[in-house]
């Protein structure tokens, strides 16, 4: 140990050159890469995950585009229809296989359409003759009517006026009134007033059998019976002295009644006394 100082003995450690700017090349002599040759690397693999991301997008997509679609029933749209043929101051007639005039519908204007034959007319006064002769007569703003005429709506201020099997008059009125000439049905959903003889019904829906003379109400309904008169019978006279007939006259030329018969032979007595009291 020198008394200056202490020594300290350090081991060789290999020389690393430190250079300012480009690296100098390896000691074994191989070149180092760049830094900025390396740049484009490290971007690729910092955008790896996010070009894998939109990678499945777009497979995604067109997976989806291009797989088979199931099979979606479309309903048809309701094509617009028009009428083939329209008439000003209609007259429809019906007839039964007899021949026989079973219903007739008048009106302002009448629209005929094609699909299913169905018919509208304006202004509607209808006439439904029964077998029996009876009648019933029905007014509205519009009348829908099939074209067999078995199912005929009026609908708009509806009036129906008939006469019952029995013979009591009937009136039905409403906003819409379905008339069956065929089954004598007379049906409504709505409101309804109606009146049959002296009783009047109000109701949210009506049936009307007239084969059968039943009606039937739906819903909240307001019904008035006026009570039935009977007719009394006539009373017997009391006994009593009886009233002395006057004399009928002659029903027959020549003949007189009893009592005539006897004045005129009690007037011949009179006179034939007194020829004899008188002088000759």
């Known amino acids: 140990m020198s008394p200056r100082g202490i020594e300290l003995n350090l081991p060789d450690l290999p020389e690393v050159p430190i250079a300012l700017g480009r690296e100098s090349p390896a000691p074994d002599g191989r070149p180092t890469r760049d830094r900025r040759r390396r740049k484009p690397a490290d971007l690729i693999a910092s955008w790896l ?3 894998l991301m939109a990678g499945l997008a777009v497979g995604s997509g067109w997976l989806v585009r291009n797989a088979p679609q199931a099979v979606v029933a479309q309903t048809p749209r309701a094509e617009r229809v028009e009428p083939d043929y329209t008439m000003d101051r209609p007259v429809v007639q019906r007839f039964d296989a007899e021949g026989r005039l079973r219903l ?6 009448m629209r005929h359409y094609p699909q299913g034959g169905r018919v509208e007319v304006d202004r509607p006064v209808i006439r439904a003759y029964a077998p029996d002769g009876r009648v019933t007569t029905g007014t509205a703003q519009q009348v829908l009517s099939d074209a067999r005429a078995t199912d005929v709506l009026l609908t708009g ?10 013979g009591l008059p009937a009136e039905v009125r409403g906003e819409a009134l379905r008339l069956m000439p065929r089954s004598g049905q007379l049906r409504s959903d709505e409101a309804v007033e109606a009146r049959i003889g002296l009783d009047q019904m109000q109701a949210a829906g009506l049936l009307y059998d007239d084969a059968e003379g039943r009606i039937t109400l739906d819903g909240p309904m307001r019904v008035v019976l006026p009570p039935r008169t009977t007719t009394a019978m006539p009373s017997k006279p009391a006994a009593g002295p009886r009233a002395v007939p006057s004399p009928r006259p002659a029903t027959r030329a020549g003949k007189a009644p009893p009592g005539a018969r006897a004045a005129a032979t009690t007037a011949k007595r009179r006179n034939a006394d007194a020829a004899r009291k008188v002088p000759r």
């Open 49 to 51: 995950p996010l070009l």
């Open 104 to 109: 007739e519908i008048q009106g302002q204007a």
């Open 157 to 166: 201020r509806a009036v129906l006026q008939g006469t019952t099997r029995g």
